[in-house]
């Protein structure tokens, strides 16, 4: 019965591994950016219908950087640092609403699909608008739920447009979020985010990592 049960689990373990591989190989080359959708189209794709065999999100994600690393290495550094460097043009420009740079662009999983998350901190919404109508962009408009704790969840205005070669994706924010971040989906922790300080120091460093790598 026990060498049984050990079985069984070593299979519902081998499943998830490859139920993560082929979700990390659908985001990477399909463009599929939603984890959950991710994870059950690779289950249809292999012929898995057992909920227990469903990765986790972060065990699609970390098999989504070694899926990167291994096949798009070289061209993935470049495509990244266009995406931040293009981020930190943003963060300026939208400087009087203290944004964040949030999700794969900051955590280094972005690739040529991957849109520039910005988290923009306003006690109206409207006030987006207005910025983004004075200076002649045109975006559409979209919600999008996040859990801002344990016991909370919201939806918040989303506005999309595309600049510099590079999708942008705006959620506004109250001001009081500020404090702490919403909840990632991946880690169910308050998500990574960056400022543009943070963020010039951040490519100052992968400048420095170039460089010393090139040195030797």
């Known amino acids: 019965m026990h060498r049984a049960q050990q079985h069984a689990e070593a299979r519902t373990r081998e499943r998830r591994q490859r139920l993560a591989h082929e979700a990390a190989r659908l985001m990477s080359e399909s463009g599929i950016r939603d984890f959950h959708q991710a994870k059950l189209k690779a289950a249809e794709r292999l012929g898995f219908h057992d909920d227990a065999s469903l990765p986790r999100n972060r065990e699609i994600e970390e098999a989504l950087r070694g899926y990167q690393r291994l096949f798009h290495g070289d061209e993935l550094e470049d495509r990244l640092r266009a995406r931040r460097e293009a981020a930190l043009r943003a963060l300026d420009f939208f400087a009087p609403f203290e944004p964040r740079l949030v999700g794969p662009v900051l955590e280094g999983t972005a690739d040529a699909n991957t849109p520039v998350l910005l988290h923009l901190f306003c006690d109206d919404p409207r006030d987006v608008i207005v910025w983004l109508q004075e200076h002649d962009i045109p975006a559409d408009a979209r919600t999008r739920r996040l859990r801002l704790d344990r016991e909370r969840s919201d939806d918040f205005d989303v506005w999309v447009f595309n600049a510099d070669d590079a999708t942008f994706d705006l959620t506004v924010l109250p001001r009081d979020a500020l ?6 989906p991946v880690t169910e922790k308050p998500m990574a985010r ?9 490519l100052a460093q992968d400048e420095i990592a170039g460089y010393e790598a090139q040195a030797r």
């Open 179 to 184: 404090r702490q971040a919403p909840l990632s």
């Open 194 to 202: 960056a400022s543009a300080n943070q963020l010039r120091a951040l």
